[in-house]
């Protein structure tokens, strides 16, 4: 099976985004624009994770609303922390596999951070490296993707406050890391001349904060799969 698939979406409780961004919505545009996978967004902040449940049902860890639209369990978090000695923000992408695991996470998140004042909630004080650690002892089958990697702020190797590879973030928890986004301020050939990078995996989303189709979907990703499910995708971004 081919996806075309944006894995890297916000909801109207992110900060600056559309307040018509619904479950509908979104679910019209990507159809439209011939996306058939969607990251859920933001499903950290309550009133948007009770819009998830109620309208997306759940099978094999991809979720299905009423018409036939393809979700995938998703969020981005910022982790902001102090690190040799200057201050670090990191955007990471979440993954999960089902609701189950998504309250378990959110229960852990909710001591390092405000999730209902953002889609997007800051992690204060909070390492990427402990985030990564800490999410793969609640799952295995949690997987952390640093976000839009080249951004100046708010990125892995942002020049304001991220790194200079990979080992120095992740520490020993970089053996966890398979995959990175390229962001809008990247492409994958630009970053195929970085030879520490051959053995990521590079994605490309939208990080859509309107529903419109020159936004959505305006990066994707093209995923060939034998069996449309959670694990069957992460295998196909990990190989």
């Not at 961004?21 to 994770?49: M, R, Y």
């Not at 299905?64 to 955007?91: A, C, P, W």
């Not at 970053?191 to 309107?210: E, F």
């Given at each position: 099976?081919?996806?075309?698939?944006?894995?890297?979406?916000?909801?109207?409780?992110?900060?600056?985004?559309?307040?018509?961004?619904?479950?509908?919505?979104?679910?019209?545009?990507?159809?439209?624009?011939?996306?058939?996978?969607?990251?859920?967004?933001?499903?950290?902040?309550?009133?948007?994770?009770?819009?998830?449940?109620n309208?997306?049902?759940?099978?094999?860890?991809?979720?299905?609303d009423?018409?036939?639209?393809?979700?995938?369990?998703?969020?981005?978090?910022?982790?902001?922390?102090?690190?040799?000695?200057?201050?670090?923000?990191?955007?990471?992408?979440?993954?999960?596999?089902?609701?189950?695991?998504?309250?378990?996470?959110?229960?852990?998140?909710?001591?390092?951070?405000?999730?209902?004042?953002?889609?997007?909630?800051?992690?204060?004080?909070y390492?990427?490296?402990?985030?990564?650690?800490?999410?793969?002892?609640?799952?295995?089958?949690?997987?952390?993707?640093?976000?839009?990697?080249?951004?100046?702020?708010?990125?892995?190797?942002?020049?304001?406050?991220?790194?200079?590879?990979?080992?120095?973030?992740?520490?020993?928890?970089?053996?966890?890391?398979?995959?990175?986004?390229?962001?809008?301020?990247?492409?994958?050939?630009?970053?195929?001349?970085?030879?520490?990078?051959?053995?990521?995996?590079?994605?490309?989303?939208?990080?859509?904060?309107?529903?419109?189709?020159?936004?959505?979907?305006?990066?994707?990703?093209?995923?060939?799969?034998?069996?449309?499910?959670?694990?069957?995708?992460?295998?196909?971004?990990?190989?």
């Amino acid at each position: 099976m081919k996806l075309y698939a944006d894995l890297h979406i916000h909801s109207r409780y992110s900060r600056a985004t559309s307040k018509n961004l619904t479950i509908e919505n979104l679910s019209k545009w990507a159809k439209i624009k011939g996306i058939n996978l969607l990251g859920t967004g933001d499903f950290t902040h309550p009133k948007w994770l009770d819009e998830l449940k109620n309208n997306l049902n759940e099978e094999d860890g991809i979720l299905k609303d009423k018409h036939g639209m393809n979700y995938i369990l998703q969020t981005e978090v910022s982790n902001m922390f102090r690190q040799d000695d200057r201050q670090r923000k990191i955007h990471n992408i979440i993954l999960a596999p089902n609701f189950e695991t998504v309250d378990q996470i959110n229960e852990h998140l909710s001591t390092k951070g405000k999730l209902a004042s953002d889609g997007r909630p800051i992690l204060g004080k909070y390492p990427a490296c402990n985030l990564v650690e800490d999410l793969k002892s609640i799952s295995k089958d949690i997987h952390i993707i640093p976000a839009h990697i080249w951004t100046p702020w708010f990125s892995l190797f942002g020049d304001k406050s991220g790194f200079d590879n990979i080992n120095d973030c992740f520490l020993d928890q970089t053996k966890h890391i398979f995959a990175l986004e390229t962001g809008l301020s990247s492409d994958p050939a630009m970053n195929w001349r970085l030879s520490q990078l051959d053995k990521y995996t590079l994605i490309s989303n939208s990080d859509l904060h309107s529903f419109w189709p020159w936004r959505i979907g305006r990066e994707s990703n093209v995923i060939n799969t034998n069996h449309l499910s959670y694990s069957g995708l992460i295998d196909a971004i990990r190989d």
